[in-house]
């Protein structure tokens, strides 16, 4: 397994301002991932965090929109730019470890947007 | 057609009755399924994973896999009603990078 923590737990930020949150894992891991969850929601991937190289995107995810950064194996930050109230959800963080690539995630950061 | 499809509940059981959760996947090359919990206002968390046909036994949780139907369960035995949340079923590629892909979740309650 691994222990993960996020920074912050929480904000309240205004419309037009950038938010980063960082990711602290307690072992070093190759693959880490960035999510987001909106209320009564499941989990929608917004990239993966490669060490050493950009960050794969998924559909309807750029990166001037979430900058990732990866800069060794064990901390990932997250910024979410230019911010609006759609913004407003939980980010999770995640890694993958074991044989089956089984995700731990972090306690996730809940974002609101005024 | 999603990916991954649960029942979209909520399911309700009695204190001590079995809870059984479905989940069917679309991708035949998947490879790894995994079962999380969440409890409001919480992160998910591991509670299971399974990648052969077959049962997996863990305590009062037993995860259930069929390949050929492209199905997989979680059964709770005893359930509790600390039991109660919602749980994600989760699917991972062979050549997908450790991606996995979530269903929308079946929220569980269960009655003292």
């Known amino acids: 397994s691994a222990v993960i923590s996020q920074k912050p737990s929480r904000d309240i930020c205004q419309r037009g301002t950038s938010l980063t949150i960082q990711c602290q894992v307690d072992s070093q891991v190759t693959m880490m991932f960035w999510y987001r969850q909106q209320p009564g929601q499941s989990l929608t991937l917004i990239a993966t965090a490669n060490q050493g190289s950009e960050a794969t995107y998924e559909s309807g995810f750029v990166i001037d929109k979430f900058p990732i950064s990866r800069p060794n194996l064990t901390f990932s930050t997250l910024t979410v730019s230019n911010m609006s109230p759609e913004d407003s959800s939980i980010y999770l963080c995640?890694?993958?470890?074991?044989?089956?690539?089984?995700?731990?995630f972090g306690p996730g950061t809940r974002l609101t947007v005024l | 057609q999603k990916e991954v499809e649960q029942n979209s509940g909520p399911l309700s059981v009695p204190e001590g009755a079995i809870a059984s959760l479905n989940c069917t996947y679309s991708?035949?090359?998947?490879?790894?399924f995994f079962w999380y919990r969440q409890y409001s206002g919480k992160s998910p968390e591991l509670i299971m994973f399974?990648?052969?046909?077959g049962d997996k036994e863990d305590g009062r949780f037993t995860a259930q896999l069929n390949k050929a139907s492209q199905y997989v369960s979680l059964l709770i035995r005893d359930s509790q009603p600390s039991d109660s949340a919602t749980y994600l079923c989760?699917?991972?590629?062979?050549?997908?990078?450790?991606?996995?892909?979530f269903g929308d979740g079946t929220t569980l309650t269960v009655k003292p």
């Open positions: 989760a699917v991972t590629r062979r050549t997908n990078a450790g991606k996995s892909t």
């Open positions: 991708d035949r090359g998947s490879q790894s």
């Open positions: 399974i990648y052969s046909n």
């Open positions: 995640s890694v993958a470890v074991g044989s089956g690539n089984e995700q731990f």
